[in-house]
C-alpha cells in the first residue's frame, strides 16, 4: 500500500480475508526511516529492518499475534 507517503508491510497470506490473520508494519516514507527486509515468517508473525539515518542506527522488529480465547476453534489451531 502507498498512499500519501505510507507504505504498508502485510504479512496476510489471504488478501481477501483480513478477519483471522496478518501483522503490519506501517512506514512513513517522508521520514528519516527507510524499512528493508520484510519477511513473512507466517501469517501471524512478521519481520522487518528498519534504519534510523537521522540516530544511524538498524532496528529489527518482530509483529506478532494470537488468537483470543474467544475465537472459534479453527482459527485458534
Not at 45 to 59: G, L
Amino acid at each position: 500500500m502507498d498512499n500519501s507517503g505510507l507504505s504498508f508491510y502485510n504479512s496476510n497470506p489471504d488478501i481477501n480475508d483480513y478477519r483471522n490473520t496478518g501483522v503490519g508494519f506501517l512506514v512513513n516514507d517522508q521520514s528519516m526511516i527507510t524499512a528493508t527486509d520484510f519477511e513473512e515468517v507466517d501469517g501471524r508473525i512478521a519481520t522487518i529492518k528498519i534504519h534510523s539515518k537521522a540516530a544511524k542506527q538498524t532496528i529489527y522488529l518482530i509483529g506478532c499475534y494470537a488468537p483470543t480465547e474467544s475465537s472459534n476453534d479453527e482459527v485458534s489451531k
